[in-house]
């Protein structure tokens, strides 16, 4: 194999599956790519950036919630080749527990943001995000 077949450009991004005591997930409307679609807060690693931090950050750019890194734990990679119509992304997901009625103002990257009870998510979420949250909220065996 060449250079040019051997290396791809993979992007790293940070999720975050922020939860209230009271069973609510909060998601964001977002823009292109699945324009209009329920996601996950989260976007870009920066050069440079922990993905603890840029999940602190997308978290608090798109939503508003402000969380200290310490507060998110870490929960996986998701990493499937064709995860994003745009490239290979790969992502660390966290999780962070926030109080019942922590208010929310939607930011950059977010067309509106929500609260959704977990019981009762939207039908189909962007890219894997249904998986991530899956695994933050299944029970264990």
Same mark, same amino acid.
């Given at each position: 194999? $060449? #250079?040019?077949?051997?290396?791809?450009?993979?992007?790293?991004?940070?999720?975050?599956?922020?939860?209230?005591?009271?069973?609510?997930?909060?998601?964001?409307? &977002?823009? /292109?790519?699945?324009?209009?679609?329920? @996601?996950?807060? !989260? !976007?870009? *690693?920066?050069?440079? #950036?922990?993905?603890?931090?840029? @999940?602190? %950050?997308?978290?608090? #750019?798109?939503?508003?919630?402000?969380? !200290? *890194?310490?507060?998110?734990?870490?929960?996986?990679?998701?990493?499937?080749?064709? %995860?994003?119509?745009? !490239? &290979?992304?790969?992502?660390?997901?966290?999780m962070?527990?926030? /109080?019942?009625? +922590?208010?929310?103002?939607?930011?950059? $990257?977010? %067309?509106?943001? %929500?609260?959704? /009870?977990?019981?009762?998510?939207?039908?189909?979420? @962007?890219?894997?995000?249904?998986d991530?949250?899956? @695994? *933050? +909220?299944?029970? $264990?065996?």
């Open positions: 194999m $060449n #250079e040019t077949e051997s290396s791809e450009t993979i992007r790293h991004t940070a999720d975050v599956v922020a939860l209230t005591p009271a069973g609510h997930v909060l998601l964001i409307k &977002r823009w /292109p790519p699945f324009e209009g679609a329920w @996601a996950l807060p !989260g !976007g870009h *690693v920066n050069a440079g #950036e922990a993905p603890h931090a840029a @999940a602190a %950050r997308e978290l608090a #750019e798109e939503t508003g919630v402000h969380v !200290g *890194v310490g507060d998110l734990h870490q929960i996986g990679v998701w990493d499937q080749p064709d %995860r994003d119509p745009r !490239g &290979r992304y790969v992502t660390f997901a966290y962070v527990i926030v /109080p019942d009625g +922590t208010p929310i103002t939607a930011g950059d $990257n977010a %067309r509106t943001a %929500r609260w959704w /009870p977990l019981n009762d998510l939207p039908k189909q979420l @962007a890219f894997d995000h249904s991530i949250i899956s @695994a *933050v +909220t299944a029970p $264990n065996p």
